[in-house]
């Protein structure tokens, strides 16, 4: 039974920072590239940065490109999104999944994701 459990969002200032969390579990974690997707009302869902399954290749989208760092920890199964100098448009809904190039935008079982919210 795949898993995935999204933490760590939350209400920020524009500038302020936010560390999200994903908890996996279910699958073969270290065999599989992860992405950190989003969605916010009215639009797409979009994938903002991805990471190689051993962590060595990183991924991120122009709108997000210097601003968030993807990391992980196979040991615990856990993906990361530090997410620095947030803007009101990075606010939506957070999602991990698997993902990697064109052929992979997500094909495990969404989680309920987690809200961040950037605002003054």
């Known amino acids: 039974h795949v898993h995935l459990v999204e933490s760590g969002g939350g209400l920020v200032q524009p500038g302020g920072s936010l560390r999200l969390s994903c908890a996996a579990s279910?699958?073969?974690?270290?065999?599989?590239?992860m992405s950190w997707y989003r969605q916010a009302p009215g639009k797409e869902r979009e994938r903002v940065a991805s990471i190689s399954s051993a962590g060595g290749s990183r991924n991120y989208a122009d709108s997000v490109k210097g601003r968030f760092t993807i990391s992980r920890d196979n040991a615990k199964n856990t993906v990361y999104l530090q997410m620095n100098s947030l803007k009101p448009e990075d606010t939506a809904v957070y999602y991990c999944?698997?993902?990697?190039?064109?052929?992979?935008?997500?094909?495990?079982?969404w989680g309920q994701g987690t809200q961040v919210t950037v605002s003054s």
């Open positions: 999944n698997s993902g990697w190039g064109y052929s992979d935008y997500g094909r495990l079982a």
């Open positions: 279910g699958f073969s974690f270290s065999s599989v590239a």
